[in-house]
Each structure stands twice: as structure tokens, then as C-alpha cells.
């Protein structure tokens, strides 16, 4: 089992910037592959980065790309989202998610129910 748990959201104005923190613990071994979704009030849990863990190779949404980097420490045990020019329609709980069956492959890195492991979420508002 992984655990994931989030930090670093918080209220922020447009064109701000903040850097989510994952820290992972239990079962971490290996690679596999970790992603940031998020989700507004009304909305669908939507994917906006993953990266395999260990690994080199970063995949964005459309909608963050060139504003959001993921990363990882050099203990690959601290998952990090900067996010940048940030803007109101970015408002949004923001997971992290582990997926420790596949390694970021094209047909689930994007999609919730590969995803195994949940934290709890961090909000991002804003404003």
C-alpha cells in the first residue's frame, strides 16, 4: 500500500503562484506512475500531470501546460506541482494519485481509474 498525503494549496490571486507538495510512504518501491489530478465543484476529477516515478518523462494537460511543472525528489519521495500564472478557472482540489500497475503508458496515465492510491486533496482558490 502507498499512502499520499498533500500540502501547499491554499487561497492565491491570478497570475500568483503556488508549489504543491505529495509526500508518499508505505509500499514506494519500484516505478510506477504519479499524477496530479484536480476537481471543481460540479466538475469531473480531471488529470493535469504525471510522471513516472524515478523517471525523466513529464505529461501535461493542455489546459496547464506551460504553466505547471511536475517534479519529484531526489529520494522519489516527494512529489512536487509548481503552478504558475495562475488563474481563476484553476480553482480546484487538487490530488495526487499513484498508479503502481503501469508506467504513465498513453492509455491511463489520464484516466482516474488506473490510479490506485489517493491523498486527500489540497484546495487551490483563485481569485
Known amino acids: 500500500h502507498v499512502q499520499l498525503v498533500e500540502s501547499g494549496g491554499g487561497p492565491v490571486q491570478g497570475g500568483g503562484s503556488l508549489k504543491l507538495s505529495c509526500v508518499a510512504s508505505g509500499d514506494t518501491d519500484g516505478s510506477y506512475c504519479m499524477g496530479w489530478f484536480r476537481q471543481a465543484p460540479g466538475k469531473e476529477r480531471e488529470a493535469v500531470a504525471a510522471?513516472?516515478?524515478?523517471?525523466?518523462?513529464?505529461y501535461y494537460s493542455d489546459s496547464v501546460k506551460g504553466r505547471f511543472t511536475i517534479s519529484q525528489d531526489n529520494a522519489r519521495t516527494t512529489l512536487y506541482l509548481q503552478m504558475n500564472s495562475l488563474k481563476p478557472e484553476d480553482t480546484a482540489m487538487y490530488y495526487c494519485a499513484a498508479d503502481t500497475t503501469n508506467v504513465c503508458i498513453d492509455g491511463a496515465r489520464w484516466y482516474v481509474t488506473y490510479y490506485d492510491y489517493w491523498g486527500q486533496g489540497t484546495q487551490v482558490t483563485v481569485s
Open positions: 510522471k513516472v516515478k524515478g523517471g525523466s518523462a513529464t
